[in-house]
Antibody
Framework: QITLKESGPTLVKPTQTLTLTCTFS??????????VGWIRQPPGKALEWLAL???????RYSPSLKSRLTITKDTSKNQVVLTMTNMDPVDTATYYC????????????WGQGTLVTVSS | EIVLTQSPGTLSLSPGERATLSCRAS???????LAWYQQKPGQAPRLLIY???SRATGIPDRFSGSGSGTDFTLTISRLEPEDFAVYYC????????FGQGTRLEIK
């Protein structure tokens, strides 16, 4: 059974750096083809893909946010970490992590999401 | 970057009716790496369709996907009350962009 759960601060100040952790179970990020991605959703708005990391440490980033994002993995802890620099109120959103297989079925398992509010 | 445009923005139908949702890509989606998701309020998205036309595990057969290249369609043959939600398409062949969503509401 695959599960994912996001954790991190619920409130950050403008200009600060956000660090989110996705802790998962039921699969290994050392298995060929496996990846974990991050997706966000501002209140009442659409989904936006942010970043993704594959089993071989291949990292992909949204072109519009690439300069602000870093994604890393800790295979031994079954965790993926996303950092986003220079946070702004427009970054207020629910942040999801999700499981994917390379060129497989899209994001087939999702975490419950965590709401991050950016405000002074 | 491939841009996905969904139409209509909102679709108002009654239970038992047929729903047809469209997703158009700005460039051809390679090998039909196109997925559809359903999202209900307060919940994470749920994968419905992948590879443009394959149903994910546990998805009822009233949901079907079709299309290739730049034009894709999600069809719900007979709407059930639990089908009223927001639907997103996503391409995962070149980057991982989502469409802006179609809200399916009860008429």
């Amino acid at each position: 059974q695959i599960t994912l759960k996001e954790s991190g601060p619920t409130l950050v100040k403008p200009t600060q750096t956000l660090t989110l952790t996705c802790t998962f179970s039921g699969f290994s990020l050392s298995t060929s083809g496996v990846g974990v991605g991050w997706i966000r959703q501002p209140p009442g708005k659409a989904l936006e893909w942010l970043a993704l990391i594959y089993w071989d440490d291949d990292k992909r980033y949204s072109p519009s946010l690439k300069s602000r994002l870093t994604i890393t993995k800790d295979t031994s802890k079954n965790q993926v970490v996303l950092t986003m620099t220079n946070m702004d109120p427009v970054d207020t959103a629910t942040y999801y992590c999700a499981h994917i297989i390379y060129l497989g079925r899209g994001f087939d398992y999702w975490g419950q999401g965590t709401l991050v509010t950016v405000s002074s | 970057e491939i841009v996905l445009t969904q139409s209509p923005g909102t679709l108002s139908l009654s239970p038992g009716e047929r729903a047809t949702l469209s997703c158009r890509a700005s460039q051809s989606v390679s090998s039909s790496y196109l997925a559809w998701y359903q999202q209900k309020p307060g919940q994470a998205p749920r994968l419905l369709i992948y590879g443009a036309s394959s149903r994910a595990t546990g998805i009822p057969d009233r949901f079907s996907g079709s299309g290739s290249g730049t034009d894709f369609t999600l069809t719900i043959s007979r709407l059930e009350p639990e089908d009223f939600a927001v639907y997103y398409c996503q391409q995962y062949g070149s980057s991982y962009t989502f469409g802006q969503g179609t809200r399916l509401e009860i008429k």
